[in-house]
């Protein structure tokens, strides 16, 4: 279903009912600059092309509109009790996905990301969103991998949705094999044809969308790779995408950072990240204050071999979760605080009250409607998937 669609069908239900007023803004201490040649990026994307090449060869690509003609999960509405300033539209996953102790939602992008406006926002023929799970052994295990679901958004095609699991080619040409990317996936971009998943310690890794792989399918829920032959398995996944490549983050001052979240501006071509930290007493995450920083992409639409930051912010906010900027502006939200704060430099930053569990954010472009923010929930039971109009939150 189309975007405004579905907003006049979740009207029509009553699925909207639950809006409040315009949240009142609070002021708020603001950003700082940081020097930003202190940050730089290394990108690699030919690191898997051997082994890659031969996965391809042998299992075969599935294009992403193959993917979504496969779709086989439901997206549900949200429930009527669910409410945000500046509600516009959104889903929920299904009963299994919204009640899942071993997995949790964390990113989100969409194909308005990967390709704007153009072409209704359609990539491959399709108006996605796409969110970042990671996967828990057992309820309170270990995290033991990651997977994306991509979402249909468009009124041609049914309110279905897809899980690929993601990978990392291992082996050799003659031998290739795969297996899981245990990360936590807190936050997600896509551009172009390429999908970057954070990797909190370390930066960012790269996924081409043309390249998803199509397994056999079956086994056990453990089994995972190579078996005999032709034959792969992927925790019955039948769609796999692997790593194409890595975005090495590096720092010559302070502490590294930590990727908790990152984010697409279109209109600056660049991604933005942030980090998850407190300003005291944690054990999980770091003690300090928290940075934001902005990595231009090449003219060529992926990174250079080494990037330069072009913007770098030391944050007067903590335990934050998502991170989003549109065209000199720039949106945070903290699941700590139940907060989402705006900042345009040479304003004032404003405080807006926000969602419980909120994770990442991505900005909504639109050329005949609203701008919108999409965000989400990640606690059990009440995974909602939303967009607010950015408007509501500061944006103007």
Not at 78 to 105: E, I, Q
Not at 116 to 143: E, F, P, R
Request: charged share 15%.
């Amino acid at each position: 279903m189309s975007l405004h669609r579905l907003t006049k069908a979740a009207l029509a239900a009553g699925v909207l009912a639950g809006l409040v007023a315009a949240p009142a803004a609070a002021a708020a201490a603001a950003p700082t600059t940081l020097p930003a040649d202190q940050y730089t990026l290394t990108a690699g994307y030919n690191q898997f092309d051997a082994v890659n090449s031969a996965l391809v060869s042998t299992l075969g690509t599935a294009a992403v509109h193959t993917v979504m003609e496969n779709a086989n999960h439901d997206r549900t509405a949200l429930p009527s009790s669910f409410s945000v300033a500046g509600l516009s539209t959104g889903f929920r996953f299904d009963s299994d996905d919204n009640s899942d102790c071993a997995n949790y939602p964390q990113g989100i992008t969409t194909s308005r990301d990967a390709v704007g406006t153009a072409n209704g926002g359609n990539y491959d023929g399709h108006q996605l969103i796409a969110v970042s799970w990671y996967t828990k052994d057992g309820c309170s295990g270990d995290q033991s991998r990651s997977r994306i679901t991509l979402v249909d958004w468009d009124s041609t095609y049914p309110n279905k949705y897809r899980k690929i699991l993601l990978v990392e080619p291992t082996g050799t040409a003659a031998a290739p094999d795969f297996k899981d990317i245990p990360i936590h996936a807190g936050g997600m971009s896509w551009y172009g044809d390429y999908l970057y998943v954070a990797d909190t310690g370390k930066g960012m890794r790269v996924f081409d969308m043309r390249k998803i792989l199509k397994t056999n399918g079956g086994g056990t829920a453990d089994q995972i790779g190579h078996q005999s032959g032709s034959t792969y398995y992927a925790h019955n996944y039948t769609y796999v995408l692997p790593q194409v490549g890595t975005i090495a983050s590096k720092t010559t001052s302070g502490t590294n950072l930590a990727w908790s979240s990152i984010s697409l501006d279109r209109v600056s071509k660049s991604i933005v990240m942030t980090e998850y930290t407190c300003p005291s007493g944690c054990t999980d995450y770091p003690n300090r204050a928290p940075r934001a920083i902005r990595y231009p992409f090449a003219s060529s639409g992926t990174f250079a071999a080494t990037t330069t930051a072009s913007q770098a912010l030391q944050l007067p906010w903590y335990k934050l979760n998502g991170v989003a900027s549109h065209n000199g502006r720039w949106w945070f939200q903290s699941s700590g605080q139940k907060q989402l704060y705006y900042w345009k430099p040479s304003a004032a930053a404003q405080t807006f009250a926000w969602v419980s569990s909120g994770e990442s954010i991505s900005y909504w472009e639109d050329d005949t409607s609203a701008d919108l923010l999409w965000s989400l929930q990640e606690g059990a039971g009440s995974r909602n998937v939303f967009a607010v109009t950015q408007a509501t939150y500061g944006g103007g």
